[in-house]
């Protein structure tokens, strides 16, 4: 046994080494993105849906749900065609620019992870018990504008009605970097009426 050791070290030596030096430079690159992820506080593998919400002259920013992005695309393809998209947002336009025939997708998964959430909603209505019902927007953005404590992929929900009819005045903030967040609104606002394939509606019921 020790001798066919021997002879595999010595014939697959090489290989061996070569393997291992491929791992550690993997490793190292990937503890140094890592690092560089956290420095930022930049973390595009989290997709957080979050509501919007106006009330009495004030925006309410609720998180709704937070999962990884391969939970909620889960093909890799996908996963790295939206990444891709937030990294070409800026400032000014912080809206992820999907091609119009695969935006419904995208789209139809964050969907699917709300719809989850308020499906109680949905069977109480279908036992004819009372329930309240609206419809709500969402769209994907990458926010990097402000004094943002982290930066991820973001699913906006806003009330259909509210943002078609953003009131002209800033509202008042439960913190000053939501400011950015009103900005973005503004954005949407904006964008529903232009390209409306960037969006998809949901059905609430509570």
């Known amino acids: 046994m020790l001798d066919t050791l021997l002879n595999n070290l010595r014939d697959h030596g090489i290989k061996y080494l070569m393997a291992a030096a491929f791992g550690a430079i993997g490793w190292f690159i990937g503890h140094r993105r890592a690092r560089a992820r956290w420095r930022k506080r930049e973390f595009l593998d989290r997709l957080n849906v979050s509501l919007n919400v106006l009330v009495e002259g004030r925006l309410l920013i609720r998180t709704l749900l937070e999962k990884s992005c391969t939970e909620v695309f889960l093909n890799q393809s996908a996963v790295e065609a939206v990444t891709s998209a937030a990294r070409r947002t800026t400032e000014q ?23 989850e959430k308020f499906a109680d909603g949905q069977v109480r209505r279908a036992l004819g018990q009372p329930v309240q019902c609206g419809r709500f927007l969402v769209c994907l953005t990458h926010e990097s504008a402000g004094a943002l404590k982290t930066r991820k992929i973001r699913a906006l929900m806003i009330s259909k009605e509210v943002l078609k009819n953003l009131p002209a005045e800033t509202p008042q903030f439960d913190s000053p970097h939501h400011i950015t967040r009103w900005k973005t609104l503004q954005t949407m606002q904006a964008a529903y009426a232009a390209t409306p394939d960037q969006f998809i509606e949901v059905e609430i019921c509570v």
């Open 93 to 115: 336009n912080p809206l992820l620019q999907l091609p119009v025939e695969d935006a419904w997708y995208y789209l139809n998964a964050v969907l699917n992870e709300i719809a």
